[in-house]
């Protein structure tokens, strides 16, 4: 009997235990499928000389030979048995599924015998040489992991192991090739002969890692000796060996430093130190520094992170040499941040930051930290209590580095109840009054202020000592009804209490003609009626249709309203507020403020205040119909406001604000703001009369200052293929491909795709461009101070890899340029180029690097800084 073959069949079933021989070369894969199972081959091979024959409808397997933990399926163009050989051969497009695992290949024999599993490709044709050309590689994958790919997979199911000759994987973040990929355990790769890189150019990577041995633990680790860098195919650097991480997100790590040159250090090598992620709540970064003209500079951050609940950061720089000088000194630097959630009502908040003189951040922190020479510390605790109330208690701290001044506040605690009705409506039967809220709030507060006391030659001679305490009270009744159907009434009025524990006294001393300041314990309490008032507003509309043009009608919404608020003169003597100061001959010298040294600020001195409010708010809307549809737009805003102060013996108006907003494209915004005065200026120098612009004649109100801001952002991003605007714009890029596909000057067509054309195609990814203009006029006196900038960003894409990046700041009444930037990016491909310039008078500096996109290899990268830039 001569060997029986199959015709093209699929078979699914459990099989013998003899599949498992098969199914072993999956191990070869991230994980392991059977691996205390043992092959056996097929019974009764002995008493058979030749292969027998086996029906594929027939033939069925023997459960008891196998154990397979689920159906087997495999394909192939041809499928035959020898029991005298104890051989399977698979032939063509062969395709064997087990669980979620694939294993595809041009052909799979199975020697049983000797335990051998070879699955390899098929000769396809020839070559112009007459060599052979194979197809149909072995390509094995498992489901959520990246395949295997050889010319040749061989495996031992005696041994457990396996064997890849000329294999290529990709294991996240990079591929690795090897002439012999050997498959040890469960988790082990040796290659030999290999290579790893991030490049997806398989035929010819632009950057790899060649090695003679490499030892891979699946998504941990991979460990190569010794290896040589290759860029283009050319060995640039080699190290005895070198580790390279698989495992993707935090793991700790040698941080490798970055070379640079600054015009305070000198050449440098920055930021190299070590990342420690001993777990998935916080990390640890220690950083090292040195410069070659000030030494080294320490630095190190603490980050924690519970889910839902807490997030935090500490971190610190240390200097210990002078940067000027070279002197041994201890600057240094610490911050923190805190944000932590206790429950669902508690939360505890916290940021700060402390350093051990001004000197340090003029020496090493950016230009922001540098003229904001303020440290401010926060802590605050909230609790939130039934019915929407809550209590808080808030730390603060304030260093001003340039006076000295040290403020601190604490305790600060305060209360708040939401707003809620007066008179609760037992049913549906609701009077006015119901319509009464309130709300409530206190706050206790202490706050302690040292500032610096000088001498003529500004040197400090010590400290002066403040303290503030008090208690405040405020509740603010709220009430709106309307009145005649049209007009909303809202009346309004303010309780404020102030308790605190001592009071100012002050004594005017005629030797020195100076008023003295004492500080006398003894409770006092302060009583303030605040926003007291009522207001009527109402709302009108109005339409008024354009002719002979698209938009067809106006809208027109105007808010009128008109209010009265009063404010008493809490300098009168009935009050007791204020304090007389009078010299020996009884004449008074000022009106001086009992309470003025209380945490929540002064007593209102300004008189009394009767003050009608007159304002009106205005917008315009447009309707146009295109296309048989109608289309509502905006078009824009524009608001008035004045007030006229009974109180006061002249000037009683006060100036005229407008303010006006418009966007009358999708992508262009205006705004402006003025001020008008009714009365003329005393160009004398003092200050405005009171004799209204048109009392010589008619005369607009005079306007005092006017500031206007124009920004246009313009973002393009082209359709994406199936859009409708696609769609839309088909005969356009026909019309494009038309120009491109045109002979060049030589005769050669330049077809869409050619990469010596590919600079010619159409653009297909956003630019981006944004500009501002703004205006500021302002007269003081015989003063006027106008200031015109612009400002303008921008993002080109040249080509698919050219990028240029372009932004600037002009002074244009100065023609000068402020600030500007450039930059370049290219894309080359697993490579990133980036140039950025930044040129100006005082100020200029240069940045060149290049790069592996792959931020595992982040510091395989060329940099060159050069300029007048920040030292850390």
């Known amino acids: 009997m001569g060997d029986f073959r199959l015709n093209p069949v699929s078979q699914s079933g459990l099989v013998d235990k003899w599949v498992l021989g098969l199914l072993a070369l999956l191990v070869i894969s991230t994980s392991s499928i059977a691996q205390d199972l043992v092959p056996i081959a097929p019974a009764d091979s002995a008493a058979a000389s030749q292969t027998q024959p086996a029906d594929s409808l027939k033939a069925k397997p023997d459960a008891r030979r196998g154990n397979v933990e689920g159906p087997v399926k495999y394909w192939a163009d041809d499928i035959s048995f020898s029991i005298p050989e104890q051989t399977t051969y698979l032939r063509g497009k062969v395709r064997i599924e087990y669980q979620n695992t694939t294993l595809t290949a041009g052909s799979v024999n199975i020697d049983w015998k000797h335990n051998r599993m070879l699955a390899k490709g098929v000769a396809d044709s020839t070559d112009s040489l007459g060599n052979a050309v194979f197809t149909d590689f072995p390509v094995l ?130 930021r190299f130190g070590y990342y420690w992620a001993p777990s998935q709540y916080w990390d640890f970064t220690y950083l090292n520094s040195y410069y070659e003209r000030r030494g080294f500079l320490f630095s190190g951050e603490l980050n924690y992170k519970r889910r839902y609940d807490m997030t935090g950061k500490i971190n610190g720089t240390y200097q210990p040499k002078d940067l000027s000088t070279g002197a041994r000194t201890k600057a240094w630097q610490v911050a923190f941040n805190h944000n932590q959630k206790i429950g669902q009502t508690l939360t505890i908040n916290g940021n700060g930051r402390f350093v051990s003189s001004k000197s340090f951040l003029q020496n090493y922190s950016d230009f922001e930290q540098r003229t904001n020479q303020t440290l401010t510390t926060n802590v605050s605790v909230r609790k939130i209590l039934p019915g929407s109330r809550s209590v808080s208690l808030n730390f603060r701290r304030t260093e001003n580095l340039q006076t000295e001044q040290l403020d601190y506040t604490f305790p600060d605690l305060s209360y708040s109840q939401p707003s809620k009705y007066l008179f609760n409506s037992s049913g549906s039967q609701k009077s006015w009054y119901h319509n009464i809220r309130y709300t409530y709030s206190s706050n206790l507060r202490n706050s302690v202020s040292r500032t610096a006391i000088r001498d003529t030659l500004d040197n400090r001679t010590g400290f002066n000592r403040t303290n503030r305490s008090g208690w405040q009270h405020l509740i603010r009744p709220s009430f709106s009804t309307k009145v005649l159907k049209y007009f909303n009434f809202a009346p309004s009025i303010g309780f404020e209490e102030l308790w605190v524990p001592d009071y100012l006294k002050y004594t005017y001393d005629d030797s020195t003609k100076t008023t003295k300041i004492d500080t006398v314990s003894g409770f006092q309490a302060r009583h303030l009626m605040t926003g007291i008032g009522a207001n009527v507003s109402t709302t009108m509309y109005g339409l008024f249709e354009i002719p002979f043009s698209p938009m067809k009608v106006v809208r027109h919404k105007m808010d009128p309203s008109i209010g009265f608020s009063y404010a008493p003169d809490y300098t009168d003597e009935a009050f007791g507020y204020f304090q007389e100061v009078r010299d020996g001959n009884g004449n008074l ?10 945490a929540f600020g002064g007593t209102p001195g300004g008189g009394e205040q009767r003050n009608l409010n007159i304002s009106v708010n205005n917008f315009f809307q447009g309707k146009i119909i295109r296309d048989g549809e109608e289309k509502k737009i905006d078009l824009f805003r524009v608001n008035f406001g004045t007030s006229y102060n009974f109180a006061r013996d002249s000037l009683k108006w006060s100036n005229i604000t407008t303010s006006f907003q418009s966007k009358p494209l999708k992508n ?28 010589d004649g008619f005369s607009l109100p005079h306007l005092l200052d006017w500031r206007t801001s124009v920004t246009y952002q313009l973002n393009i991003t082209p359709p994406q293929k199936g859009d409708k605007s696609a769609d839309a714009d088909a005969d356009a890029d026909a019309d494009s491909l038309a120009a491109i596909n045109t002979p060049d000057i030589y005769g050669n067509q330049r077809l869409p795709g050619d990469p010596r054309y590919q600079d010619f195609e159409p653009l297909d990814i956003p630019w981006r461009i944004g500009m501002n203009f703004s205006f500021s006029y302002a007269e003081n006196d015989r003063s006027i101070t106008r200031r015109f900038d612009t400002s ?34 290219r894309d080359l491909h697993c490579w990133q180029l980036d140039f950025t310039w930044s040129p100006g008078k005082n100020f200029s500096y240069y940045r060149l690097e290049i790069r592996v996109k792959e931020s595992m290899l982040r510091d395989l990268k060329l940099t060159k800084t050069a300029g007048g830039r920040p030292v850390f």
């Open 141 to 270: 994958t498992e489901k959520g992991e990246d395949p295997i790919r050889g010319v040749q997979l061989e495996y031992d199911f005696k041994n457990n192991r396996g064997k890849v000759l000329e294999g290529r994987t990709e294991m996240s973040p990079g591929y690795y090739k090897g002439e012999d990929i050997r498959k040890i355990g469960q988790e082990t790769l040796l290659i030999e002969d290999g290579y790893f890189t991030t490049c997806d150019n398989e035929e010819h990577p632009h950057f790899y890692f060649r090695s003679k041995q490499m030892r891979v633990r699946l998504k941990k680790v991979a460990v190569a000796k010794p290896v040589t860098l290759y860029i283009a195919d050319v060995p640039i650097i080699g190290v005895p060996f070198a580790i390279f991480a698989l495992q993707r997100g935090r793991r700790s790590g040698i941080i490798l430093p970055t070379y640079a040159e600054t015009s305070a250090g000198g050449r440098a090598l920055e």
């Open 792 to 825: 303008m960003n921008g993002q080109l894409q040249i080509t698919k890899g050219w990028q240029i990046r372009y932004s600037n700041r002009i002074n244009i009444k100065e023609r000068e340029i402020i600030t500007q930037n450039f930059n370049i990016s």
């Open 668 to 695: 262009l915004n205006i705004t402006a703001n003025a001020n008008h005065s009714f009365y003329k200026e005393d160009f004398d120098g003092l200050g405005r009369r009171n004799d209204f612009v048109w009392a």
């Open 589 to 598: 010298v000022a009106k001086r403020d009992k309470f003025a040294n209380n």
